[in-house]
């Protein structure tokens, strides 16, 4: 499977977890496939609902130890295997595609129609075997299609997983629901072949739901694609920015911005994503912006971060090259020029440019920046979850205590890094093994507070601090009182933390902000 260079600095990150993985057996972590069901109705109004099984199996299968390729993969496939998307594989090629993708299991299957009762039945694919586990059957009324799509995904996730001990009603209760006719017009716009039809169909799903997150993402793909902006970042803005699809939605907010001039609302944006999942092509793009808006300093500053998390990209190279250069670094500038043209040697242009930085008396007219337009969270995504896969099978033979501490560990890797999602996640499983951890519950907060979940973050924070007291649960709590504006609850917090460590710079800093902030309520009011 193709994995992107630009999630180097994630792989020297677990470096050693990938040793681990290579001297161990397979492991529990499985990557799973849900191919488009067969229509056996032989109503072609029906047709849209095989493309409809991927997309909500796709979802549901959602597990911690189960990581579901998206359709994104599945065409990528198709059309390195020179198949069109609209054809149903046979099962040999099936096999070869399925081999390209590192799929552990396919779920293959099909549904039929008798105008009362919709049936459907899917099996699932052990490619290491080679074997076709039992087949799993449900059925209902037609407009029931997506419960019984969720009852289906319970029934192949216990195949998966025996231990999953969630029944079949609560599963169901716990799925977001979706509205069918929005769906449907959800799933004809993604297997629409034209723009105008794509726009059509999603602004028709977004017209039957209006909250509805994939579609309003979905339909500024198509207006970006189609280079109309202004339509593009008005859906990009509708997307909830609690939902894990805001990520992908700013970033393209972010490029339609930049398009129109505007760079203010690109910075934004890209900088919403550079929080929460601060891919190289985050950072590049956050560079360029703030470099438009002025702030040069800031601007090599994020493009350096970029080099640092792939030095093979010639572009972030060259974007850095022209932002040092405008500071004034000609040196180093010239390094990475250097750097630039050792990836892309054809440039004669870039040569001519280099002597004329070589040279004080002259000043060479400095070339645009560059922006990135793709965004592959998937792949990071799946090379993250291979190497947490090696890690869990080293550590299931641990004690929960020290099992519960690497996640701690890893979640604060995670955290520094900018990963607060995936962090989030890495101190929840360390609450789940030792719930008497303090700082994974310091770390959960931490996360919650990024997420703008403050009730949560004070919750984890306290429950930390009954556990043990120091100082990051503190600092927290205070930050969150002098938000709420009870400058002397921060106060109080500051000072214990101060106790424990009375050289401590963040404790300093916000310390110096309650200050200012009591001083404020202590003012007269004026006659």
């Given amino acids: 499977m193709r994995f992107r260079r630009s999630i180097a600095l994630v792989c020297t990150l677990l470096l050693g977890l990938v040793r681990a993985h290579a001297q161990s057996p397979a492991n529990s972590n499985d990557t799973i496939i849900v191919l488009p069901f067969e229509n056996g109705s032989g109503a072609p109004g029906l047709q849209w609902i095989s493309e409809a099984f991927p997309e909500i199996l796709s979802q549901r299968l959602s597990y911690p130890s189960i990581y579901a390729l998206t359709r994104d993969d599945r065409l990528r496939a198709y059309d390195q295997a020179g198949i069109p998307a609209q054809v149903q594989p046979t099962r040999a090629t099936i096999y070869r595609l399925v081999e390209q993708m590192d799929a552990d299991y396919v779920v293959l299957g099909r549904y039929t129609f008798d105008g009362r009762t919709f049936s459907t039945s899917a099996q699932l694919l052990d490619m290491h075997r080679l074997k076709l ?66 726009v059509q169909q999603f602004r028709e799903a977004v017209r039957f739901n209006p909250t509805y997150n994939e579609a309003l993402l979905h339909l500024g793909r198509a207006y970006f694609d189609d280079r109309q902006y202004d339509q593009a970042v008005a859906a990009f803005a509708q997307v909830s920015t609690t939902d894990p699809l805001a990520r992908e939605a700013n970033f393209y907010l972010g490029l339609s911005a930049y398009y129109l001039g505007d760079f203010s609302r690109a910075q934004s944006a890209f900088n919403f994503v550079a929080m929460r999942f601060p891919l190289p092509e985050v950072y590049n793009n956050l560079g360029v912006v703030t470099g438009r808006l002025g702030d040069k300093k800031t601007s090599a500053n994020y493009l350096q971060k970029a080099v640092q998390a792939d030095s093979s990209d010639a572009d972030y190279n060259f974007n850095l090259a022209v932002a040092l250069a405008q500071n004034g670094d000609g040196q180093d500038a010239i390094h990475f020029f250097n750097e630039y043209l050792r990836l ?163 404790a300093l800093t916000l310390k110096r902000a309650v200050a200012a902030k009591l001083a404020e309520k202590a003012q007269p009011l004026p006659n």
């Fill in 344 to 506: 892309r040697p054809e440039d004669k242009e870039m040569r001519v440019l280099i002597s004329g930085l070589s040279d004080p008396s002259r000043a060479p007219k400095l070339p645009v920046q560059r922006i990135k337009s793709n965004y592959d969270e998937n792949s990071f995504r799946q090379l993250f979850f291979g190497i947490q896969a090696a890690a869990e099978e080293r550590l299931s033979k641990t004690d929960p205590l020290t099992h519960a501490q690497f996640h701690v560990s890893r979640g604060h890797e995670l955290l520094a890094q900018g990963f607060a999602a995936e962090a989030q996640k890495e101190f929840r499983e360390a609450i789940s093994l030792n719930s008497a951890n303090p700082e994974a519950h310091a770390g959960l907060a931490r996360t919650l507070e990024a997420d703008n979940d403050l009730a949560g973050a004070r919750a984890e924070a306290e429950a930390a601090l009954r556990l043990k007291v120091f100082i990051d649960p503190l600092l927290l709590l205070a930050r969150l009182d002098l938000r709420d504006n009870r400058a002397d609850a921060a106060a109080q917090s500051v000072d214990r933390a101060l106790q424990l460590d009375p050289a401590n710079s963040s």
């Fill in 133 to 198: 586990l039992p087949e799993s059957q449900e059925s209902g009324a037609l407009p029931d299609l997506i419960n019984i799509q969720t009852a289906l995904a319970w029934d192949l996730l216990r195949s998966l997983r025996p231990s999953f001990l969630l029944d079949k009603q609560a599963f169901s209760s716990s799925a977001p629901p979706i509205r069918l006719d929005a769906f449907e017009h959800y799933i004809r716009g993604i297997t629409a072949t034209t723009t105008a039809e794509k």
